[in-house]
């Protein structure tokens, strides 16, 4: 009698603390559901300012394939000249991932706003100072690395303002960012080409300076809405801006790795693909090549954004990334067989279609992968910073190939290699990860069941 007294007892008083915890909790959710998200109004502006943003962020990377033959022209005869002219530019956009996180830091701690705005201003600044670099080594600080913090910086504000305005939406908004971008990266190697060959390589950088200084104001409509925690040491705000618990997130650390095994040879068809064409196509502007392939990534940007809002409901937007790398890679390997000019624009049109698919998915599927859009931001830091040493490696590694072997060929199998390799990854890794998962979820429920049980006593 005495034991069931005790029973009795013990249930009662877990009762109680259940409605402790359900009153904590429902408290807890009142205050996290005052927030909504509006996905519209002010943020469509933001989305279109996010484009142009965005647009210069990309085309500037994309557009560096112009550059790149423009240096190796002009310091021909200087020793590694080729792989210097690759590695300034995997350089500069390693430099930008890997600051990315301390980018998205900053944010935190500040504002996309204020942050957008540095960017802006270095970005500016080291542009400015390339115009009067005589040594192409010098090229290394200025543009390597000082445009590449600079590119970082605006590059953290602008992935992680749109899910402060967007939540069902944030697919869609994705993709009318990449479409307007994709139009700016479209017109800017046309004006680039035609100013390098009227004016040459001074008068590029000034013109590139301009552009740059734009999102400078741009940033200005970045108002934060995101909610944040309140009565925060110093110490917890830098805990929490670090983000490490995107860290215990398996599949969001599989995309990571998936990333930078294959962002190796992502960047070849994009920094060297412009010499190789002059090479082998000498009769054709290689202003083609960014065109075609700007044009088709901004198309199926915006095409595969809309369609991301509809297939969340099936399976995870993480797909499409395995996807991308698994196509890329096979088109990749297939360059050097293109002897027609057809066929390798042909083969651009498709890397194009790739790329915006890969781009119009790395917000939704940060999200995605870490739980919630307050996580988004750091989740977006580690993923480009997870790609940066490839990102490097890359196009300095096909520069130096070339010089080795006076062709591309083995450049582009062995970064169409990785990049399969990488979409293999991701798809046993998918498989190992449910696994666990079911697994562990199965285990939680029979010790939930087993916990039920004991309390009533059975």
Known sequence: MRHDSNKICDFDNQSKIAKVIESDFKDQTKKEDEFVHRDGGWGWLVVLCTGYCFGI?????NNYALIYVELERVYNGTENHVTYAGWIGSMSIGIQYIFCVF????????????????????????????????????????????FGIGQSFLLASTLSILPHYFDKRLSLANGIMNLIGSIIIVILPIFTSIIINTYGLKSTFFFLTALNAVPIILVLTFKSRLPKPKDLTLKKELKNSLGIDVLKKKMFVAWCFMTFIGKFGYFIPILNIDHYAKLAFPDKPPVIVNIVFSTFAGISGIAFGKLGDYTIKYFNHVHYHTFV?????????????????????????????????????????????????KLGNQAIGYYHISMSATAIAGPAVAGRL?????????????????????????????????????????????????????????
Request: hydrophobic share 55%; glycine share 10%.
């Open 103 to 146: 980018g998205s830091i900053l944010i935190d701690l500040f504002s996309p706003l204020k942050i957008g705005i540095l960017g802006g201003v270095i970005s500016s600044l080291s542009l400015f100072s390339c115009a009067f670099v005589k040594e192409i080594t010098i090229y290394f600080l200025t543009y390597g690395f000082l």
């Open 57 to 61: 962020l990309i085309g500037m990377c």
């Open 325 to 373: 790398y698994l196509s890329y890679g096979i088109v990749q390997v297939f360059i050097p067989f293109a002897a027609d000019y057809f066929w390798f624009i042909v083969q651009i049109v498709i890397l194009g279609i790739i790329d915006g698919i890969l781009l119009a998915f790395i917000v939704p599927i940060s999200v995605d992968l870490v739980g919630c859009s």
């Open 402 to 458: 070339y010089e080795v072997y006076n062709s591309y060929d083995i450049a582009f199998y062995l970064g169409g290699i990785t990049s399969i390799i990488a979409g293999l990854i991701m798809v046993a890794f998918y498989f190992i990860i449910n696994h666990y998962e079911k697994k562990k979820q199965k285990g939680e429920e029979v010790v939930k069941l087993n916990n039920i049980n004991r309390i009533v006593g059975f």
